[in-house]
């Protein structure tokens, strides 16, 4: 077991919280097979193509920490090989949400960027996500949803957007 681990193991306060990993898990598998039809159907009231949504959010948010953003950082960010990355780009490309250019760095590789449609397309999405959280949460105390909200948004940017060094790299 890693030195962290352990730490996060004997703390005493997560072991006074039994069964919260076990939600959170629960909720990731609901979530994951359930999300995607709606969120396709619902962002703008017909059907679009779930893996336009993938795309679109990776290249978003590649694009926060990069200058370009390539077929390999929307791999990683969706967690896939870069051959599916780039067969998924291509659908987002030809719908019209993608521009994909040369980089500026490399010839051989590819730059991505939403295109205006693309960015109309995240705000969309990212509104569908307001309003699905906020009905998931109408019936709690306004103080619990705030809360909730923050605490979310805290653990997606320490294990989203500021990963941790991995326990391989420890000494």
Not at 28 to 56: C, K, L, M
Request: no cysteine; proline share 4%; charged share 25%.
């Amino acid at each position: 077991m890693t030195e962290q681990h352990e730490d996060a193991v004997t703390d005493k306060e997560t072991r006074t919280m039994p069964g919260a990993g076990a939600a959170l898990f629960r909720l990731v598998r609901f979530w994951t097979r359930r999300w995607a039809p709606v969120v396709a159907s619902g962002i703008r009231g017909h059907d679009e193509n779930v893996q336009n949504v993938y795309v679109v959010e990776a290249i978003a948010s590649a694009g926060d920490a990069r200058s370009e953003v390539t077929v390999a950082d929307i791999a990683h960010q969706i967690g896939i090989d870069r051959s599916v990355a780039s067969r998924m780009i291509a659908v987002a490309v030809a719908a019209g949400y993608v521009r994909r250019d040369t980089s500026g760095s490399d010839a051989r590789r590819a730059n991505l960027a939403l295109t205006p449609s693309g960015e109309q397309f995240l705000a969309d999405s990212h509104a569908f996500q307001q309003r699905t959280f906020e009905s998931l949460v109408a019936h709690w105390p306004a103080d619990d949803r705030r809360r909730f909200a923050g605490y979310l948004r805290r653990l997606a940017k320490e294990v989203i957007d500021e990963p941790q060094p991995s326990s391989t790299s420890r000494s």
